[in-house]
């Protein structure tokens, strides 16, 4: 063989090795591409199946939520008017038990002040009689105070000019000199023999006032 069979033969060879190689290739392809379609038939499938599914249970869950969602509402309207009810309830009996107290409290308070008007009145009273005594007391006080300073008054006046009248008759016994008494005559008679001539006796000086 020369160098130009040699070189057919390895075109052959070649050829014929890619030609399998394309045949096989195809076929893998083929059959890959098969398996592809198979795979995403299943998966279109599985998730149309899948989607139905989850559909239904959305619509199950929607179905359950609106019923849950009504039975709540159901629940909390009933619980709301029940305890609207409880509240109107508690409400009026507070309002009457404060009322209530707002007339019993009422009713001390007018009690209490009627006494204490009445505390207040005898108080007063019992003030105005104090204080009636009281001025009645000072008048009579002042009256015989008053009584006092006149007799007091009077008596110092008295005594004032018993003294004044005492010490100008004083003064004025003492102010005017006296003459002297005068002295009698002395008469000298003759008495016979034998017989004695008693003395004349001096009169007595007047007592001074």
């Known amino acids: 063989m020369n160098a130009n069979s040699d070189k057919d033969y390895i075109d052959a060879k070649t050829e014929a090795v890619r030609a399998g190689m394309d045949g096989r290739l195809d076929a893998f392809e083929a059959n890959v591409n098969g398996r592809f379609a198979e795979l995403n038939a299943k998966i279109d499938k599985s998730v149309a199946e899948l989607n139905a599914k989850i559909d239904k249970s959305v619509a199950e869950l929607h179905a359950k939520i609106d019923k849950s969602v009504a ?22 009996e507070l309002n009457a038990r404060i009322d209530r107290s707002v007339a019993e409290l009422n009713a001390k308070i007018d009690k209490s002040v009627v006494e204490l008007n009445a505390k207040i009145d005898r108080s007063v009273a019992e003030l105005n009689a104090k204080i009636d005594k ?24 008295l005594a004032s000019m018993a003294i004044f009248i005492t010490v100008m008759t004083f003064v004025l016994n003492n102010a005017v000199p006296k003459a002297a008494p005068a002295t009698p005559p002395v008469i000298i008679q003759l008495s016979p023999q034998g017989a004695t001539i008693p003395p004349q006796a001096t009169p007595a000086a ?4």
């Open 134 to 157: 009281s001025v009645a007391d000072l008048r009579k006080d002042i009256a015989e105070l008053g009584a006092r300073m006149v007799q007091w008054m009077v008596g110092i006046f």
């Open 206 to 209: 007047k007592p001074r006032p």
């Open 71 to 92: 039975e709540l509402n159901a629940k909390i309207d009933k619980s709301v008017a029940e305890l609207n009810a409880k509240i109107d309830k508690s409400v009026a």
